[in-house]
């Protein structure tokens, strides 16, 4: 199995920045590609960025591109997401997930984002 763990999340103001990080264990050498969630009080959990097994492929939804940059550190099995000029908008549970093996995948316990003045 994979297990992840999340952290780098907290209270920031509207324009700060947070970095996110996502560090992985067990099956680690089976992980493809892997992802960031976020899910806001009343609304569904949303894919905001992606990123392939050797980070050469990234995408991401219109509302984060420009302020929001995935990457990942396959030696320490690790992923990160950089927030910059961070909107109330942005207020959210943040969920990494990640494919492993032939068909499977693993979700993060979350870490909550919130941006206030």
């Known amino acids: 199995q994979v297990q992840l763990v999340e952290s780098g999340g907290g209270l920031v103001q509207p324009g700060g920045s947070l970095r996110l990080s996502c560090a992985a264990s067990?099956?680690?050498?089976?992980?493809?590609?892997m992802s960031w969630y976020r899910q806001a009080p009343g609304k569904e959990r949303e894919l905001v960025a992606r990123?392939?097994?050797?980070?050469?492929?990234?995408s991401y939804v219109d509302s984060v591109k420009g302020r929001f940059t995935i990457s990942r550190d396959n030696a320490r099995n690790t992923m990160y997401l950089q927030m910059n000029s961070l909107k109330p908008e942005d207020t959210a549970v943040y969920y990494c997930?990640?494919?492993?093996?032939?068909?499977?995948?693993?979700w993060g316990q979350g870490t909550q984002v919130t941006v206030s003045s």
């Open positions: 997930f990640a494919f492993w093996g032939t068909n499977y995948g693993s």
């Open positions: 067990g099956f680690t050498g089976s992980i493809s590609a």
């Open positions: 990123i392939t097994s050797t980070g050469g492929i990234t």
